[in-house]
C-alpha cells in the first residue's frame, strides 16, 4: 500500500482458490468477511475438462496472481499469501524468488484498495503451517476444486512488521507514430508492442549480479525497432496510423502497457490490433508460429492467410493451464477491448528433430528465465526473430489498409469491452 511501514496483527483465513466468477457460478468466499484478515489461497484456479467451466483447462484471468490480489484488497484483507504450486503455476519458486524477492515498483497510488502485504508461500512451508494446527493442506486443496467449498478460518495469526523504503520514480513508455494518410482511418492505428525492462541487479547473487534480459526481452526489442524501421522507410504511407511502443515495467505485473492502456495517445476503440513481442527464442528457423489468442479475434483468418503464405503452421497453445496470454503486455490492452495477441516461433525447427524445440524451452525455462544467465551468446541464431519480424510486418500492413476495424468473436471476456471502447 505505499508505505513506509505496515504492522499486521491479523488471523488468517483460507479462501481456496479466491475467485469470485458469477458467471460460472463459483463463489469461493461465501459469506466471508475479509475486513482486517489475512487471506490464503492457492495460485490458479479449478481445474476442468468442461471448455464451458472457466474454459476447461485454458487458465482463465481468474487464475492469474494478479488477480487474486486485487479481489483480496477489494474485500478488505489486510494482506494475501498465495501457495505456490510449480504444477500448477508452470515455473519454479526461483522465479518467484526472483521477481518478489528483490525491489518492486508500482504505479503511482491511486484510490483502488490496496494490500498491506501481497505475498508468496511455498508449498512446502504451507504445509507445515496448516500442519501447526492439525489440517492437511493436500486434502484442503481437494476440497478448494468443489463448488461448495466453504472458507476456513485458521487458529492462526498472522503477526508481521513490514518495512519498506519508497524510492518514487519515473519510467517511461517510449512511443512512435507514423501517421496514416486517410482522413478517417488515419485517427486509427496498429499497435506494435514489446516490453524493454527486466529484473535490473541483485547484489545479494553470488557471482554474475546482472539479470540481462537476452531472449526476455532483448529479442522483442529488436523485432520493435526493425518494425518501426522498415515501417519508416516506405514508399507509400498507410491509410491508417501505425502505432510502437516499448513499454516499461513488464516483469513488474505489466505496468507500462496498462499505463498505456489507460493513456494512449490513439484510444483503444481505434486501435485496430496490437502485436505484442516478449522472449522470442534465437534458435533457427522455425517452421511454426505461435499467436495464442489470435483465435479469439475477428482478425484471425488473416493471421490463418498469412502463415499459410510464409509456410507456417499455427501452433496452439500446448499448456493453455499456464495461462501464458495474460501474461505478456497484449493482455493490458485486451483489457480495455483491443483485440491483442504476441506473435511467437513454436517448437519445431527446421534441421532439428520434433522433440528439439520442447527440449529448448524446458532447458530455458529451467536454467535461464528470470535469472542471470538470460543472456547474449554467439551460438544464438536469430533467424527465427527475423521470421516474426517479416510475418508481423505482413500482419501489420494488412491490418492497416483494411476499411474496418477487427473485435472479438462474440462471447469472448474482452467483447463488452471493445464494445465500451467503440461507443
Known amino acids: 500500500n505505499q508505505t513506509e511501514t505496515a504492522d499486521i496483527g491479523a488471523p488468517i483465513v483460507f479462501v481456496g482458490y479466491g475467485i469470485k466468477a458469477p458467471e460460472y457460478d463459483w463463489d469461493d468466499y461465501k459469506t466471508v468477511d475479509l475486513h482486517g484478515k489475512v487471506a490464503l489461497l492457492f495460485v490458479n484456479e479449478p481445474s476442468s475438462d468442461d471448455p464451458d467451466f472457466f474454459k476447461g483447462k485454458a487458465l482463465t484471468y481468474y487464475g492469474r496472481w494478479t488477480y487474486k490480489f486485487e479481489e483480496t484488497a477489494r474485500r478488505g484483507a489486510v494482506a ?4 505456490h504450486r510449480t504444477d500448477l503455476a508452470s515455473y519454479g519458486w526461483d522465479v518467484v524468488r526472483n521477481s518478489w524477492g528483490t525491489e518492486r515498483s508500482y504505479l503511482k497510488k491511486d484510490a483502488t484498495p490496496k494490500l498491506q502485504a501481497a505475498s508468496w508461500i511455498q508449498l512446502d512451508v504451507a504445509k507445515k503451517l496448516v500442519g501447526l494446527v492439525g489440517l492437511d493442506l493436500d486434502k484442503m486443496f481437494q476440497r478448494a476444486q468443489m463448488k461448495d467449498f ?3 478460518q485458521l487458529p492462526i495469526r498472522l503477526k508481521a512488521h513490514v518495512a519498506s523504503q519508497l524510492k518514487p520514480f519515473v519510467s517511461r513508455n517510449v512511443l512512435a507514430m507514423l501517421q496514416g494518410t486517410d482522413p478517417a482511418l488515419g485517427k486509427e492505428a496498429v499497435l506494435y508492442t514489446a516490453h524493454y525492462d527486466h529484473l535490473g541487479i541483485d547484489p545479494n547473487l553470488p557471482g554474475d549480479k546482472i539479470y540481462n534480459g537476452a531472449n526476455d526481452n532483448a529479442t522483442g526489442c529488436g523485432i520493435l525497432l526493425e518494425l518501426a ?3 519508416a522507410a516506405m514508399p507509400v504511407a498507410a491509410p491508417r496510423s501505425v502505432l510502437f511502443a516499448a513499454v516499461t515495467a513488464e516483469e513488474q505485473g505489466l505496468l507500462g502497457s496498462e499505463y498505456l492502456g489507460k493513456h494512449s495517445p490513439v484510444p483503444p476503440g481505434k486501435i485496430m490490433v496490437d502485436l505484442n513481442f516478449d522472449d522470442v527464442p534465437p534458435l533457427g528457423t522455425p517452421e511454426e508460429v505461435e ?5 479469439r479475434t475477428t482478425f484471425y483468418p488473416v493471421v490463418q492467410a498469412t ?5 507456417l503452421t ?3 497453445d500446448p499448456r493453455p493451464e499456464a495461462g501464458h496470454y495474460y501474461r505478456s503486455d497484449h493482455f493490458s490492452l485486451a483489457r480495455v477491448g483491443v483485440p491483442s495477441f504476441s506473435i511467437n516461433e513454436g517448437i519445431k525447427y527446421a534441421g532439428h528433430p520434433a522433440e528439439w524445440g520442447m527440449e529448448q524451452a524446458k532447458d530455458f525455462t529451467e536454467h535461464r528465465y528470470h535469472q542471470p544467465s538470460d543472456e ?3 551460438d544464438m541464431d536469430f533467424t527465427g526473430d527475423a521470421v516474426v519480424a517479416r510475418f508481423a510486418f505482413v500482419l501489420g500492413s494488412k ?5 474496418t476495424l477487427a473485435g472479438w468473436v462474440p462471447g469472448d471476456e474482452f467483447e463488452a469491452a471493445r464494445r465500451k471502447g467503440n461507443q
Open 80 to 83: 494475501t499469501l498465495i501457495i
Open 150 to 152: 466453504k472458507p476456513l
Open 229 to 231: 524501421r522498415v515501417w
Open 291 to 295: 499467436v495464442s489468442g489470435a483465435e
Open 307 to 311: 502463415a499459410r503464405d510464409f509456410g
Open 314 to 316: 499455427i501452433r496452439r
Open 376 to 378: 547474449y551468446s554467439p
Open 399 to 403: 491490418a492497416a489498409w483494411l476499411p
